[in-house]
């Protein structure tokens, strides 16, 4: 494995010059046959990769999944077990709602208990999705200062890298209630957790400069665009220390991509999606509302209020009217799926963890490129930078060359724009973020790295797919 660089200008993307590479195969094909076939030793623990090629037959097979992160994957035998429930109701929908609905729902929280560590089940509620659960988290903030419990020009503190609908949704529920939004700006590609936590330490100084109390915090768990793994613990802890009211982690992607632990980390609030690395069928997530503060806890709601308004968060999320339920209820199947891998969840984690980061070196190397932040600073995703005579040089170049690589080359992958530093020249501005589960092959990588090399060797720019 590489060795890991330091800072920017180390590893070299400050003068970085794009070579036109050979379109031969890096790998002699006898290499590449030996490294597939070490990719799929290292799942054969379900029973053989034909079973977990046939678990994802469903998936397109002219495509080049490495796009894991963005709506997740479910098996055949879960989308099976996911029917069973769906007909179930359509049988006999009064039955299923006064007789199996609760019991199915509170069974799935019981699972998930352990595997976060929560301290009791009534910290558990399943919604929609973690933007569903942002939404119930903003609306008991935008209450505390519309009822004056919080005062006017208090702080909210969130992430530059929040994802896109958390960042309006703070400004939707906090601003307009009167509240002030400072950004935290984090530094990418970054290579060192001490490079976040005094970016972070700097914007709660700066609420201090303005005399301003910190009631909130939203800190990610794992970053979407770029994608990075945040020192969670040690960011829950600096609020504590700071005299920050309340901090919710938004985790979306990490139940099935790291460890979850709602004790370790020891944040007020904390939520994941259970469609996008644990199996699940979409959408459905989970929402951690520690239960140290029952005013608090007792004032946090479902955004759609029904019958069970007032009954507590999670038996309002149990029912907000007539809808399909069914992907909140087959957490026991996941986990019986997941469990028939070597290690269950943590052995898949560590697996996908190590691949990706495997692949994210070969490209990286392929292209003459450095991975966006350590491997320590990644879980089962990967940034990649992507050689710059592409000419990245906007969000849109990133979004053109996101299609152009589906259409004509069949890889799906998320491309992230960086933007030019002052001084900056010849720098890497694009970075595809790569992630690896339990049906990728190391073809797919391969597809992924002739395309970029065939678009590198016929003079390929974004301003060709912009004119």
């Not at 946090?300 to 007539?322: D, F, I, K, M, R």
């Amino acid at each position: 494995m590489a060795s890991t660089p330091q800072s920017s200008s180390e590893n070299g993307d400050s003068n970085h010059t794009c070579k036109k590479p050979k379109l031969n195969h890096a790998l002699t094909q006898q290499q590449e046959q030996e490294q597939e076939q070490e990719l799929q030793n290292s799942v054969k623990t379900l029973s053989s990769p034909s079973e977990i090629a046939a678990e994802f037959s469903h998936h397109d097979q002219t495509i080049a999944r490495i796009n894991n992160g963005s709506f997740g994957c479910c098996p055949s035998s879960i989308i099976s077990a996911q029917r069973k429930w769906q007909l179930l109701f359509l049988k006999q929908p009064d039955l299923f709602y006064f007789s199996h609905l609760r019991p199915g729902i509170d069974s799935s929280r019981r699972h998930l208990l352990p595997l976060i560590n929560a301290s009791s089940l009534d910290e558990i509620s399943l919604v929609d999705n973690a933007t569903t659960a942002t939404a119930i988290v903003l609306q008991y903030v935008s209450r505390a200062f519309s009822e004056r419990r919080f005062s006017a020009g208090d702080a909210v503190v969130m992430l530059h890298y929040a994802y896109g609908s958390v960042k309006k949704s703070v400004h939707a529920y906090v601003s307009r209630a009167g509240g002030h939004v400072i950004e935290v700006n984090l530094p990418f590609p970054v290579y060192d957790d001490g490079e976040i936590i005094k970016e972070f330490r700097n914007a709660l100084n700066l609420a201090k400069s303005e005399n301003r109390r910190v009631r909130f915090a939203v800190i990610d768990h794992i970053t979407s665009m770029p994608c990075v793994v945040l020192p969670v613990k040690e960011l829950v802890k600096i609020c504590r220390d700071e005299g920050v009211d309340q901090v919710f982690v938004d985790g979306a992607h990490a139940i099935g991509c790291l460890k979850v632990d709602m004790q370790d980390i020891g944040a007020d609030f904390y939520t994941s999606n259970l469609h996008k690395w644990f199996f699940c069928p979409p959408a459905v997530a989970f929402l951690y509302c520690r239960k140290n503060r029952e005013e608090v806890y007792n004032d946090v709601h479902h955004p759609v209020v029904s019958h069970e308004y007032g009954n507590g968060l999670p038996v309002e999320s149990a029912w907000t009217g007539t809808r399909d339920y069914s992907s909140q209820l087959v957490v026991p199947e996941v986990l019986e799926f997941v469990n028939r891998f070597e290690g269950g969840i943590d052995g898949i984690m560590r697996r996908n963890h190590e691949k990706v980061i495997e692949m994210a070196e070969m490209l990286a190397q392929a292209w003459g490129t450095k991975l966006g932040c350590s491997p320590e600073m990644c879980a089962s995703l990967a940034m990649v930078g992507l050689p710059s005579c592409l000419g990245i040089n906007s969000d849109k170049d990133c979004s053109s060359l996101r299609t152009h690589l589906r259409e004509k080359f069949g890889v799906e992958v998320p491309i992230y724009f960086r933007p030019r530093k002052d001084g900056e020249v010849g720098c890497v501005t694009g970075y595809a973020r790569i992630s690896h589960q339990v049906y990728n092959t190391i073809k797919d990588y391969y597809k992924f790295r002739d395309a970029v090399n065939l678009m590198v060797q016929e003079g390929f720019t974004c301003a060709k797919l912009n004119n």
